[in-house]
């Protein structure tokens, strides 16, 4: 009965910026690393970020400087603060998780997904 729900998307202007949310259900957010991933028209899905049970984290060169990720395990959610947005940042995000050691960046190694928000950033 796990769920993740994400939150958060939108339009902005290029520059601009957002926070998506990923609600958790059905176990705690601390037992689970989460990811992000983004798939953009026409296009594979791809890795953004992630971060572990113990709170590392790491980013695709994408967008590393300019996204964050960060979970509040009290509220078992999950966030990706989105910063300088560009136009090549659009695309549904989907919220992740999986139960496996080590960082992991390919979609293949994540049990639990959402059903996506879309992020649109306007040039």
């Known amino acids: 009965q796990v769920q993740l729900v994400e939150s958060g998307g939108g339009l902005v202007q290029a520059g601009g910026s957002l926070r998506l949310s990923c609600a958790v259900s059905g176990r705690t957010l601390s037992s689970s690393a989460m990811g992000w991933f983004r798939q953009a028209p026409g296009k594979e899905r791809v890795f953004v970020a992630t971060?572990?049970?113990?709170?590392?984290?790491y980013y695709s060169d994408s967008v590393k400087g300019r996204f964050t990720i960060s979970r509040d395990n009290a509220k078992n959610t999950v966030y990706l603060q989105m910063n300088s947005l560009k136009p090549e940042d659009t695309a549904v995000y989907y919220c992740a998780a999986h139960t496996k050691l080590g960082i992991r960046s390919r979609s293949s190694d994540y049990e639990y997904w959402g059903q996506g928000t879309q992020v649109t950033v306007s040039s």
């Open positions: 971060i572990s049970r113990s709170g590392s984290t």
